[in-house]
């Protein structure tokens, strides 16, 4: 009993300090980092998906290569690397000051989540039936032409609930950049608990955030699948059954 009477806990301060200016702006460059790397990582996770699934070997083992060694080594490594090892190594100031926190952060976490992006879209592509690629082709279409029109599109429902999980994954993986001073959600609620010593109360603050933040794209996502599961539902429909739908509802009107 004597223990749970020493217990401290200021729910005031959460509340006082929920809105406060720094925890915003931590709150703000998290969704910015986030959004933009999952962007870029993104583009490039394609990129190297159809490098890897491509009959060239040397794209295919660059490809294999890059997801095995960002696999396989830790972010908050990547990170410092970025951000400490590449201006030692270069030597340049004017690289130096280009590299600040934020650029940093959105460099490591773009090519971190590439290799990741990368699987996950290969994983899509092969999802898909060969015969796709031979019909697109007997069309005239080039290799390329057919993985942006035909395979892309098709493994877009195979992609999204994977795509979605590392995205939620990403943001809260964002709290490794204090170590690189980058003010993010974490090193916000850290720069305040410095300073008033109310370390649990700032630590739920952040927490409340990032469950708000992920339950948030976790509902975007959620609707996106059952969006994209409509569209296949109505693909699978013959055509003209659609068109007789179509010209039903219009009468009704």
């Known amino acids: 009993m004597d223990v749970f009477l020493a217990i401290r806990f200021d729910g005031g301060a959460v509340t006082e300090f929920f809105f406060n200016h720094v925890i915003l702006r931590g709150v703000r460059n998290t969704l910015e980092v986030t959004i933009l790397a999952m962007l870029l990582g993104t ?38 690397v970025v951000y400490n090892g590449l201006p ?107 300073v008033n010593f109310k370390v649990m109360e700032l630590l739920v603050v952040a927490s409340i955030w990032y469950l708000i933040m992920t339950t948030a794209f976790s509902v975007l996502q959620a609707e996106m699948e059952a969006r994209l599961a409509i569209v296949e539902r109505e693909r699978a429909i013959p055509l003209t059954t659609r068109v007789l739908r179509t010209l039903g509802g219009s009468r009704e009107r």
């Open 43 to 80: 583009v490039l996770g394609i990129i190297l998906a159809v490098m890897r699934v491509s009959h060239s070997r040397p794209l295919a083992g660059f490809s294999a290569f890059y997801v095995w060694f960002i696999r396989g080594t830790p972010v908050l490594i990547q990170l410092l």
């Open 88 to 194: 030692q190594m270069v030597g340049s100031d004017a690289f130096t000051h280009f590299l600040t926190p934020f650029r940093s952060a959105l460099i490591t976490f773009s090519l971190n989540e590439a290799a990741y992006m990368a699987e996950i879209v290969r994983a899509g592509i092969q999802a898909i039936e060969p015969g796709q690629m031979d019909a697109a082709k007997s069309l005239g279409m080039t290799n390329l032409q057919a993985m942006r029109r035909v395979i892309l599109p098709q493994a877009l429902r195979v992609v999204i609930p994977p795509a979605g999980n590392e995205f939620i994954a990403m943001l809260k993986n964002t709290s490794v950049a204090f170590v690189i001073a980058f003010v993010e959600l974490t090193t916000a609620a850290r720069l305040i608990y410095a």
